[in-house]
């Protein structure tokens, strides 16, 4: 198997895609989400690999975010990653957007909040600080309003100043800044790349902890996400032989 990996991330609205060989980037970019079924997100792969000199059939393991964030963005980068790891028999691993973005800040601060827009008014969240040279979840990955966020730091952190990070901010910024003077409000996007090295600090060689056929994003605000309804046969007129 080869060293490339290819990785994802479609949480936010920001699309990134990054191709490492090993620990090394050898490619990263980011481009806003164009369309919602995908193609887009398919040319941003195809003009990544061409860039590199590459073909899909070289890359060895691929990375996509699980998520908090935009379902149907997590939704397509999964199915895509899915089907050429199927194909190609190759392994999928899944990462959390929050952690990479935790990444990108640590270690300027030692708490970082890492911060992603849910829209409705909430934001996706989890707290960190660094241990033995990488991120620590502090939290869960938590869904709250800002005045909670606010009213969160100031009893879990009192006194500590706390680099919130993320799509969250300048969107929240006016507003946690009139209701804590705790937070420090660093606006940035996920990255593919932080997110391929910490799947890497984590498995290293070994397989992917979920089965691919079970892998799923991880949906937090559950109301958003419904299974399908069981099609009832019961009801007459369904087929063409009912009277």
């Not at 369309?35 to 059939?57: E, F, I, W, Y």
């Not at 030692?110 to 502090?138: H, K, N, Q």
């Not at 005045?147 to 969250?168: F, H, N, W």
């Amino acid at each position: 198997m080869t060293n490339y990996i290819l990785s994802l991330d479609t949480a936010t609205p920001v699309q990134s895609l990054a191709i490492l060989d090993g620990g090394d980037v050898l490619f990263e970019a980011y481009a806003k989400s164009r369309t919602k079924d995908g193609p887009g997100l398919l040319s941003l792969v195809d003009g990544a690999l061409h860039h590199c000199g590459l073909k899909v059939a070289d890359i060895g393991r691929f990375v996509v975010s699980r998520g908090p964030g935009a379902f149907t963005g997590l939704r397509v980068s999964m199915a895509m990653l899915k089907s050429l790891a199927l194909t190609l028999d190759r392994p999928l691993y899944a990462g959390s957007s929050l952690d990479a973005l935790a990444c990108s800040a640590l270690p300027s601060a030692s708490i970082v909040a890492a911060c992603i827009d849910a829209r409705r008014g909430e934001i996706y969240v989890s707290f960190y600080d660094m241990y033995e040279g990488a991120p620590r979840a502090l939290s869960e990955e938590l869904l709250m309003r800002p005045e909670d966020l606010a009213v969160y730091v100031s009893r879990m952190y009192p006194g500590q100043k706390i680099l919130c990070t993320g799509t969250a901010f300048p969107g929240y910024s006016k507003k946690l800044s009139e209701m804590s003077d705790q937070l420090l409000l660093q606006p940035s996007s996920p990255s593919a790349a932080m997110l391929a090295k910490r799947v890497l600090e984590k498995f290293g060689d070994s397989a992917p902890d979920i089965a691919l056929e079970a892998l799923e994003p991880k949906y937090i605000r559950l109301e958003d996400f419904e299974l399908p309804k069981p099609f009832d046969f019961s009801q007459p007129g369904q087929f063409r032989h009912d009277a």
